[in-house]
C-alpha cells in the first residue's frame, strides 16, 4: 500500500509534519503528532470530531485510532465502526493494526446510495507547516457532560427584597446592639460598682430582686429581646420590611425608656445608701421618701416591661404575617419557574424528536444500502450456486452417456479398451468373451485389451463427488466381481 517508505513522524522544527490530507478540500486535515494517539470520532472523548451533516450516524463514536508503533511507523485500527475503514479501497479487520505509508488513501465509511465516494476521504502526505497549519481540523475539546444547562432555582434574600435606604428587621441586630451599649455607659458612670460592694442588708428586698435583670442587661438589654432577636434571624426573608417599621420604632422607644428607668433605679439605690451611711438613726423621713421614689420607679419599670413585652408579641405577629406572604410569594414565583422549566423541557423534547426523526431517516438510508448490497451479494451467490449445479449436471451426464459400461449400464469398474478403441469393465468383457470373441458395439474381432488408468481415476474422482447411494452401489459391485473372480 502506498511508497515502501514507512510513515515517521517529521520534526516540526524542520518546518515538515505528517497529516491526513482532506481530499479534495483545503480545510479539515488531520495532523499526527509525534508520540500522540490520535483518535477520530463522532462522540466527545477523541482528539478529531467527525460529525456529519449528511448522514450524522456515518460515522461511530470512536471510529478508528493511528499511533505509532516501537520503531516510530504510523498505523491505524478500525475500532468495531459500524461502517468500517478503508485503505486503499480495502476494508480493514475490527481491532487489527495496519501500517500506512504516504500516498495511502483512507476512507471513514462507505458512500451513499447514488454518490461515488465518501464524505470522509483522505490522504497520507507530509507538507510544510507554514501550508499546512491554516488547513487544519480544530481539535476536540469537548470533553464535558451535557448538564451545563440545568437551571437552579432563584433564593431571595433579605437584601434583594430590602429597598435603599429603608429601615426593617435587618437593622434589628445592629439597633439593638447600639442600644445595648448606650445602655451601659450611664450605669457604670452612676457608680455600680459601689452599689454592687454595699451589704444586702442595706437593700431594699424588692431593689436587691433585680438585680439578676439588670446583670442581664449587661449583654441582652431585657429577656424580650433575645426573642426579638431570635425572630429576625428566622424572618430574614421578610417580603415587606416597612410594615414593621412602626413596631421596630415603638420597640426601640421602649427600650430607651426601661433603660433611662434603671438608670434612675440605679442613681436612686446609690443615694438610699450614701444617706443611710451618713444618718444611720435622723432624717428618716428622707430615707422613707426615697425609698418612695425608689418603689415607684420600680412600678413603673414593671409597666414598661409589661408593654415591651406586649410589642414583642405584637412584633411576632407581624413577622409571622410576613413570613406567610412570603411563603405565597416564593410558591408562586416556583409555579412560574416550573412553567418555564416546563416549557424548556417541552422545546428539548421537540429538538429531541426532530433529531430522532433525522437519525432514523439516516438508519433508514443505511439499512437500504446494506439491503442492497446484501441483496447484490445474494444474486450473486445464486449464480454460482446456479453454475455449480450446471456443471454438476453435465458431469452427470457425461458419466452417464461416455463412462457407462454398455453391458452391466454401470460406471467403468477397471475399464480396458479394446483394439477396436471401445472400452467396457474388465469383468463384463471377460465374461463377454466366453461366448463370443468380438466387440460388442462393433462386432470387430477382439485381438488385444488395454487397461486405462485414466478412465479409472477420473470416474473415482467424479463418483466422489456425487450421492452416497451410488458411491456404496460401486463398492457393492467392485466387492461382488472381484468375490466372482477369486471363486
Not at 416597612?242 to 433611662?260: C, E, N, Q, Y
Request: charged residues 30%.
Amino acid at each position: 500500500m502506498g511508497e515502501p517508505g514507512s510513515l515517521v513522524t517529521g520534526d516540526r522544527a524542520g518546518g515538515r509534519s505528517w497529516c491526513l490530507r482532506r481530499v479534495g478540500m483545503d480545510a479539515e486535515w488531520l495532523l499526527l503528532e509525534d508520540g500522540n494517539e490520535v483518535t477520530i470520532g463522532r462522540g466527545f472523548g477523541v482528539t478529531y470530531q467527525l460529525v456529519s451533516k449528511i448522514c450524522p450516524l456515518m460515522i461511530s463514536r470512536n471510529h478508528c485510532v493511528l499511533k505509532q508503533n516501537v520503531e516510530g511507523q504510523w498505523t491505524i485500527m478500525d475500532n468495531k465502526s459500524l461502517n468500517g475503514v478503508w485503505l486503499n479501497r480495502q476494508r480493514l479487520e475490527p481491532l487489527n493494526v495496519y501500517s500506512i505509508h504516504k500516498g495511502d488513501h483512507i476512507q471513514l465509511g462507505v458512500p451513499l446510495e447514488n454518490k461515488e465516494n465518501a464524505e470522509y476521504e483522505y490522504e497520507v502526505t507530509e507538507e510544510e507547516w507554514d501550508r499546512m497549519y491554516p488547513c487544519l481540523a480544530p481539535k476536540n475539546d469537548q470533553m464535558t457532560g451535557k448538564n451545563k444547562g440545568l437551571r437552579t432555582k432563584r433564593k431571595f434574600s433579605l437584601d434583594e427584597l430590602e429597598g435603599p435606604g429603608a429601615e426593617g428587621p435587618s437593622n434589628l441586630k445592629s439597633k439593638i446592639s447600639k442600644v445595648s451599649c448606650e445602655s451601659g455607659q450611664p450605669v457604670k458612670s452612676h457608680g455600680k460598682g459601689e452599689v454592687a460592694s454595699q451589704p444586702s442588708e442595706y437593700l431594699d428586698p424588692k431593689l436587691t430582686s433585680l438585680e439578676p435583670s439588670e446583670k442581664a442587661t449587661e449583654v441582652h438589654v431585657y429577656p424580650g429581646s433575645t426573642k426579638v432577636i431570635e425572630l429576625h434571624h428566622k424572618k430574614q426573608k421578610a417580603s415587606n420590611p416597612s410594615a414593621s417599621h412602626s413596631s421596630l420604632a415603638l420597640f426601640k422607644v421602649t427600650m430607651s425608656r426601661i433603660l433611662k428607668l434603671k438608670t434612675q433605679m440605679q442613681e436612686k439605690q446609690v443615694a438610699v445608701l450614701n444617706v443611710k451611711k451618713q444618718t444611720q438613726k435622723g432624717n428618716s423621713k428622707k430615707i422613707v421618701k426615697m425609698e418612695q421614689e425608689l418603689q415607684d420607679l420600680q412600678s413603673q419599670l414593671c409597666a414598661e416591661q409589661a408593654q415591651q413585652q406586649a410589642r414583642v408579641e405584637q412584633l411576632e405577629k407581624t413577622f409571622q404575617e410576613e413570613e406567610q406572604h412570603l411563603q405565597d410569594l416564593e410558591k408562586e414565583q416556583g409555579e412560574e419557574d416550573l412553567k418555564q422549566q416546563l416549557a424548556q423541557a417541552l422545546q428539548e423534547h421537540r429538538a429531541l424528536m426532530e433529531e430522532l426523526n433525522r437519525s432514523k431517516k439516516d438508519f433508514e438510508a443505511i439499512i437500504q444500502a446494506k439491503n442492497k448490497e446484501l441483496e447484490q451479494t445474494k444474486e450473486e451467490k445464486e449464480k454460482v450456486q446456479a453454475q455449480k449445479e450446471e456443471v454438476l449436471s453435465h458431469v452427470n451426464d457425461v458419466l452417464e452417456n461416455e463412462l457407462q459400461c454398455i453391458i452391466c449400464s454401470e460406471y467403468f469398474i477397471e475399464a480396458v479398451t479394446l483394439n477396436c478403441a471401445h472400452s467396457f469393465c474388465s469383468y463384463c468383457i471377460s465374461e463377454w468373451m466366453k461366448r463370443k470373441v468380438e466387440c460388442p458395439i462393433c462386432r470387430k474381432d477382439i485381438k488385444s485389451q488395454t487397461h486405462s488408468l485414466v478412465l479409472d481415476n477420473c470416474i473415482n474422482k467424479m463418483v466422489d463427488n456425487l450421492s452416497s447411494e451410488v458411491k456404496e452401489r460401486r463398492i457393492v459391485l467392485i466387492r461382488e466381481r472381484k468375490a466372482k473372480r477369486l471363486s
